[in-house]
């Protein structure tokens, strides 16, 4: 069974920093992108970063230049780190990772429960 774990939410003032991480855990036949998406209250879920295999990678137009995304290929693990926060980053993100089970033919969508991030001002 697939599972994301999420770690390093927090609530910080604005200009900090903080390091969200991501582990997947089970078996997969290929593993894809990576990724955070984010979701603040009455607002649709968002990408925030994602990663490719080949370490190639997307950002929102508004975290462009103070957020960084990564990832280590052999442990199925990812990190954001996100500095110069805003109170606009508020919000729930989510781990999310696109992988093909053993059981499949397809790749499938998985997401982690979400850590919520808070900026104050």
């Known amino acids: 069974q697939v599972q994301l774990v999420e770690s390093g939410g927090g609530l910080v003032q604005a200009g900090e920093s903080l390091r969200l991480s991501c582990a997947a855990s089970g078996s997969f036949f290929s593993v894809g992108a990576m990724g955070w998406y984010r979701q603040a209250p009455g607002k649709q879920r968002e990408l925030v970063a994602r990663i490719f295999t080949d370490s190639s990678t997307n950002y929102a137009d508004s975290v462009k230049g103070r957020f960084t995304i990564s990832r280590d290929n052999a442990k199925n693990t990812n990190s954001l780190q996100m500095n110069s926060l805003k109170p606009e980053d508020t919000a729930v993100y989510y781990c999310?990772?696109?992988?093909?089970?053993?059981?499949?033919?397809?790749?499938?969508?998985?997401w982690g429960q979400g850590t919520q991030v808070t900026v104050s001002s």
């Open positions: 999310y990772l696109n992988a093909r089970p053993w059981d499949s033919l397809h790749h499938l969508d998985y």
